[in-house]
């Protein structure tokens, strides 16, 4: 009898603890169904362990079950205290874990704003994430609106001395602070909006601008989180060329009873004129936009050199010849400083009316060329025995006062490829003069996309349900990074074909080590691939480049948003694009030293990281065979590097291809 009620005592025991509901106890290891779904479950066995936690609180939290969720992301911290990104669990097993995020947003939406921002602001200082930024900009607003502050405009400071510049930077750089005690969330520069990952109260910025030739109005903008904007305008004005010289007269002068050449003129530019030599003499002449000058040289002068220089140091040089003396003949040179006996001199040799063309020359340039520049500066001049009255260089006019003679200087930025510059020239009497100039552009090898680092976009995993918004993410993202120009894709349908070959599906591609075979066979560098995790409140896609050769993660980027649509999925694609972008610039320096195996260089740590690939390569000046004119600078690639060791001031790179003694000081490397 004893036997059996000990026997019952045990059945009953064993039957309470299967009742229990896990043994977190009570609710929290409940299994609740809700709208046909069950909420509580895990994949798997339930082995008390921190993961087992974290992924039964994520679920209750799609379900709402905020309490239960609570608990278990408390008892995940108290087994594994830190939000990391790739946590390994067991084995070579790795979870994305972020406890102390998911626990401010579960706070966020009880209204526990105090306790949701401290959550949230720890998770982003143990692991940051775009998600977390996203809702702590939430909680830092509800938290604004629940005190009432005084709404002000953020404040804007520009790092220009006043609000009208002028410049020659090619390209202009925009830079500044924005500062709000209700924190900065978005700056603008002409229009165009920064990539902030979350807001603060005081926000550097810094931006290239590529302006042309010219006045531009630049304005900046701020915005609070409250909605409340602050603009600062700043006009900039671009002068890249040097000033216009127009020359009225060259005559002959019996001042002073000794013959002599006087020759006068005008000097144009809008940053204002600042020096001017004749024939390497320093002139005196006043300051300004529009400045008069009048000079007189001695009568054996075969030419006039000008050399005009502006405020920015922009500078305009010539020649102006004169007609030789021979045979006992002085100089063809209008003899009287009286216009309308000039013009009856002209009308005597030349006849009742000038059927003439301008006649237009240009320095250091023939008809045609091959450069390595980006940009081409043309230099030349116009004459006409009566005075220009248009020049346009591609139709655009670039005259600013009538002359006999027009020295000028145009910048032209070119296209890769073939550029007609078509320089026309007007005078009173109608004429009209055409000349073209063909300058054919080319990219030294270094610098082609071609040898950029290859890569290639494989479909995100689709943790549990994804709509077809999520779906497009993939090609949403390879058309950013095509946009982004940094670095060499691999074509959409060479990657079909290799699906296609291998019998391959894009659920397979999933799995990483079929990704990784299938970059190598693409001849893909690397790949990025990753998940989209969309839930109740938004979709989180995380992104992870892979070097193919080493299987090693070299960056991980995020975004986050709580629309699905498919415009938020083309936006949160292109800020995914910018990210990687902004963790691959494209950078430059210089090698300082080779030793074995290895090379030296001068970025540090403020440029590269470790793994980074780099191109090594030796430039070669290229001058013009007819004018000696540089026209760029080619070079060769002598090999690649990849970097090592990253110190304060420099890095150590590997050769990995090439041969290291072929390597100088003072090669360059670029980012591959």
Known sequence: MKNIVKFIIFLVSCSMLILLPGCAGGPAGSVYLKDGKEYGQVKGAFRHRWWNYYERALSYSEGEFYREALEDFKEAVRQRAEDQRTARTYGMHFTDYFPHRESGIIHYQLANLKEAERELELSLKQSPSAKAHFYLDRVRKSLLESRAPERKPPKIALNFKTDEVWTQEDPVTVSGEAEDANYVAAVSIGGATLF?????????????????????????????????????????????????????EIITDQGDRKESVRVSGTVYDEAGVNKLCINGKAIAIAQGVEVPFSERLSKDTAFI??????????????????????????????????PAATKMILAAIFGPRDTVPPEIRHKDWTDSQVVFLEKVYIQGQVSDQSKIESLTVNKANILRGKGQRILFGHLIALKEGENAIHIEARDEAGNVARKTITVIRRLPKALQLAERLSLTVLPFEQKDTTSNAGLSFQNNLMDALVNQNR????????????????????????????????????????????????????????????????????????????????????????????????????????????????????????????????VVYREEPIKHPVTGKVLGTDNEIVGRAKVVQVLQEMSKAEVIKGNPRDVKRLYRVIAE
């Open 196 to 248: 902030l990952e979350g807001s603060e109260k005081k926000v550097s910025f810094k931006e290239a601008l590529n302006l042309s030739q010219g006045r531009h109005m630049v304005e900046v903008e701020a915005k609070n989180l409250l909605g409340m904007a602050a603009t600062r305008k700043v006009v900039i004005n671009v002068d890249r060329e040097g000033p216009m010289i127009a020359v009225d």
């Open 305 to 338: 050199d000008f050399v005009a220089s502006d405020r920015l140091r922009n500078q305009t040089s010539d020649r102006i010849p004169l007609s030789p003396v021979s045979a006992g003949k002085k100089p063809i040179l209008l003899a009287s400083a009286d």
């Open 487 to 614: 670095f060499r894709m691999i074509e959409r349908d060479k990657l079909d074909l290799i699906l296609n070959e291998q019998k391959l599906s894009r659920t397979e591609l999933i799995d990483r080590g079929t990704a990784l075979r299938l970059g190598k066979l693409v001849a893909a560098a690397s790949i990025i691939t990753g998940s989209i995790v969309e839930t109740r409140t938004g979709i989180e896609i995380v992104g992870r480049l892979i070097d193919t050769e080493t299987s090693e993660v070299l960056d991980t980027e995020d975004v986050y948003d709580e629309k699905k649509d498919l415009q938020t999925q083309k936006d949160l694609a292109e800020g995914m694009a910018v990210k990687f972008h902004r963790e691959f610039p494209l950078i430059d320096g210089v090698v300082i030293e080779q030793k074995g195996q290895h090379i030296f260089t001068d970025l540090g740590q403020d440029k590269i990281k470790p793994q980074r690939r780099l």
